[in-house]
């Protein structure tokens, strides 16, 4: 592919070369007129070219975009599960120890301060799961 499009650029630079050259002359040959055309053809094949490349390109992009957004989904999904299961588990050692009396007023203090702290991360980690859900 890269040899075919620098042998397309080498000859399209020979021949603008010589396009160069001709329009100084007043009078063009039959073969002066075919090299023009020729010119052209290769011109207009070099942007064909370039434009599917670009077009490829982008495909080839958005494809990775949609790739790294699932992933940041499922990593979002695996956090909040986690937060959630620790959230269930401070809360289940709260009442199984405030029940059986173990618990000073402290310890429930922070107990309660760790549950608060475990809402809100998972809160924020909600939100930016629905806005990535968006975007997809």
């Known amino acids: 592919m890269k040899i075919g499009f620098t042998f397309i650029l080498v000859l399209f630079t020979s021949i603008?070369?010589?396009y160069a050259q001709e329009e100084t002359l007043p009078s063009e040959t039959a073969l002066e007129k075919q090299q023009r055309k020729e010119l052209k053809e290769v011109r207009k094949e070099v942007n064909k070219r370039e434009k599917k490349e670009k077009k490829e390109a982008r495909i080839e992009k958005e494809a990775k975009e949609a790739e790294?957004?699932?992933?940041?989904?499922?990593?979002?999904?695996?956090?909040?599960?986690?937060?959630?299961?620790?959230?269930?588990?401070?809360?289940?050692?709260?009442?199984?120890?405030?029940?059986?009396?173990?618990?000073?007023?402290?310890?429930?203090e922070k107990m309660n301060k760790k549950i608060e702290t475990l809402n809100e991360k998972l809160m924020k980690k909600s939100k930016k799961l629905e806005k990535l859900k968006r975007k997809k």
């Open 68 to 108: 790294k957004l699932m992933k940041e989904i499922t990593s979002k999904e695996k956090d909040i599960s986690k937060i959630e299961k620790q959230l269930i588990s401070v809360q289940e050692k709260l009442e199984k120890d405030t029940q059986k009396g173990k618990l000073s007023p402290n310890d429930i």
């Open 16 to 18: 603008s070369s010589l």
